[in-house]
């Protein structure tokens, strides 16, 4: 039982680049949720899907795109990537409206 | 909207001291509570939530919260602190409606020997 996988764990993009990081979970969670944390500001909620076949944005969606591709599978994709994309990125499970599950980020810099 | 403020950005305790760490939270209804901890380069792990019930809530590694609704509080603490409890810790506070959590800005934990 992995709990929640996220490739890949480090990443430097150029500006303007595209990617997509993958979010995987085993738990069979219904709702999956992307976060980026910037030092000093917690955790944002980017986008979310609450279950499969759904998704809404988060307080801060822009520059982002998401799939929730299945139930096990949430990624985030960033096509145009900005050095204020800078971030560690989390993906995160739950079941409903229990706790969260998180995976063990995406430490992503833009240059 | 809902929100959660965590009034102290760092702290600092000597090891075997008492710690509480303070969260206050908004929420028009009654609201769902969770402490995690972060430790340096993981994800965020779950130490105990609040639902309903017993306002006293114990969770893993020693720790425990009180829910006080009077004061929108849930401040979490531990007797004696151990060395390996250095971390940054997050309060949050559920939406049920919506389905997401709303997190804090952490508190960071040193624990002096």
């Known amino acids: 039982n992995a709990g929640v996988t996220q490739t890949p764990k480090f990443q430097v993009l150029k500006t303007g680049q595209s990617m997509t990081l993958q979010c995987a979970q085993d738990m069979n969670h219904n709702s999956m949720y992307w976060y980026r944390q910037d030092p000093g500001m917690g955790l944002r909620l980017i986008y979310y899907s609450a279950s499969e076949g759904t998704t809404d944005k988060g307080e801060v969606p822009n520059g982002y795109n998401v799939s929730r591709l299945n139930k096990r599978e949430f990624s985030l994709r960033l096509e145009s990537a900005a050095p204020s994309q800078t971030s560690v990125y989390f993906c995160?499970?739950?079941?409903?409206?229990?706790?969260?599950?998180f995976g063990p980020g995406t430490r992503l810099t833009v240059t | 909207a809902q929100s959660v403020t965590q009034p102290d950005i760092h702290i600092t305790v000597s090891e075997g001291a008492s710690l509480e760490l303070r969260c206050n939270y908004s929420?028009?209804?009654?609201?769902?509570l969770f402490w995690y901890v972060q430790s340096p380069g993981q994800g965020l792990q779950l130490l105990l939530k609040y639902f309903s019930g017993d306002t006293l809530v114990q969770g893993i590694k020693g720790f425990e919260a009180e829910f006080k609704r009077s004061q929108s509080s849930f401040n979490l603490r531990k007797p004696s602190v151990h060395w390996s409890d250095a971390a940054e810790y997050f309060c949050a506070v559920l939406n049920t409606n919506a389905g997401k959590s709303t997190f804090g800005d952490g508190t960071t934990l040193t624990v002096k020997p």
């Open positions: 929420y028009g209804a009654t609201p769902y």
């Open positions: 995160a499970s739950s079941v409903q409206i229990y706790e969260q599950y």
